[in-house]
C-alpha cells in the first residue's frame, strides 16, 4: 500500500532486510505493493537503500493496518479501534 492503484498488479512485496541471496523473509512480513512500486523497490535506482527500507516500513504498516480493521487478520484480545487515528 504506496500509491494507491488497484490495477490487478498488487501482490505481496517480501522485506528485503535481513534475509541471504536467494533467500525470502516469511511470508507473514510482506507489504501490498502495485507492479511499479514492487519493482522500485527491489531494482530502482531512485532511492538508497535507507529510503527504501523506509519505504517497506511504512508500506507494512499500511497493509497490516488495513488488514486488520477489515478483519482480513484478527488479533484475539486486542482493540484496536483505540488506535484507529495512528
Not at 531494482?43 to 477489515?70: A, V
Request: with cysteine.
Amino acid at each position: 500500500m504506496n500509491c494507491g492503484v488497484e490495477d490487478g498488479t498488487v501482490c505481496a512485496a517480501h522485506r528485503n532486510q535481513g534475509k541471504g541471496m536467494g533467500l525470502k523473509n516469511p511470508d507473514s512480513l510482506v507489504a501490498s505493493l502495485c507492479h511499479k512500486c514492487h519493482y522500485e523497490l527491489d531494482n530502482g535506482n531512485s532511492m538508497n537503500r535507507e529510503e527504501k527500507r523506509y519505504m517497506w516500513d511504512q508500506c507494512f504498516i499500511k497493509t497490516m493496518k488495513y488488514l486488520i480493521e477489515n478483519e482480513k487478520v484478527v488479533i484475539n484480545d486486542w482493540n484496536w479501534k483505540q488506535y484507529k487515528d495512528y
